[in-house]
Structures are given as structure tokens and as C-alpha cells.
Nanobody
Framework: QVQLAESGGDSVQPGGSLRLSCVLSGYKYPTYCMAWFRQSPGKHREAVASTDGSGGESYARWVKGRFAISRDNSKEVFYLPMNNLRPEDTATYHC?????????????????WGHGTQVTVSS
């Protein structure tokens, strides 16, 4: 069993920055996919960024270098630093984990989900 807990969401002005964190606990798999998703009211959930056990990274095209997924192996924490935030980035951000796979992580169906952390970008 895997548990995920996000934190780091906040209210910021356009152009601001945040760093989201996702703490992973429970059984750890050598091969996995981990991803950040987001969902706004009235919109479908969309993938933001992903990584896998080999260190590969993938990003939604609209990220355009503003976000960067990373991992602290010693702490079992995944991060999503976000820069140059825009009002359209306002959403609840969730991390997700899928065991026993690697590669193509941005397009997979995930098994474990966190409850989410709210990001609001507004002037």
C-alpha cells in the first residue's frame, strides 16, 4: 500500500512561484511512475508533469519550462517547483503513483492518489 500527501499550495500573485511537495509513504517499488495532475472546477483533470524510477521526466506542452519535477530520494519526497504562475494555473494539484511500470508516465492510469493541495493565482 502506498500513501501520498501533498503540501505547498497557496495563494500567489501572477508571476509568483510555489513549490509543491508530495510525501510518499508505504511500500516502495523499484519501478514506478509518479505524476502531478491538476483539476479546476468545471474542467477535466489534466496531467502536469511526471517522472519514473529511471529519472525520466515528461511535461505537458503548456508547462513550457515553468515547472520542474524532482525527487529527494533520501526523504521519499517529490517536488514540483512552479515559476511564473498564471491565473490559469489555479487548480487543485494532486500527486499520483503507479507501481511496477516506467516510461510513458504522463499518459498512464494511476493507482494511488493524494488528496490534493490548492493553488490560487490571482491579483
Amino acid at each position: 500500500q502506498v500513501q501520498l500527501a501533498e503540501s505547498g499550495g497557496d495563494s500567489v500573485q501572477p508571476g509568483g512561484s510555489l513549490r509543491l511537495s508530495c510525501v510518499l509513504s508505504g511500500y516502495k517499488y523499484p519501478t514506478y511512475c509518479m505524476a502531478w495532475f491538476r483539476q479546476s472546477p468545471g474542467k477535466h483533470r489534466e496531467a502536469v508533469a511526471s517522472t519514473d524510477g529511471s529519472g525520466g521526466e515528461s511535461y505537458a506542452r503548456w508547462v513550457k519550462g515553468r515547472f520542474a519535477i524532482s525527487r529527494d530520494n533520501s526523504k521519499e519526497v517529490f517536488y514540483l517547483p512552479m515559476n511564473n504562475l498564471r491565473p490559469e494555473d489555479t487548480a487543485t494539484y494532486h500527486c499520483a503513483y503507479l507501481s511496477g511500470v516506467w516510461g510513458g508516465c504522463l499518459d498512464r492510469d494511476y493507482e494511488y492518489w493524494g488528496h490534493g493541495t490548492q493553488v490560487t493565482v490571482s491579483s
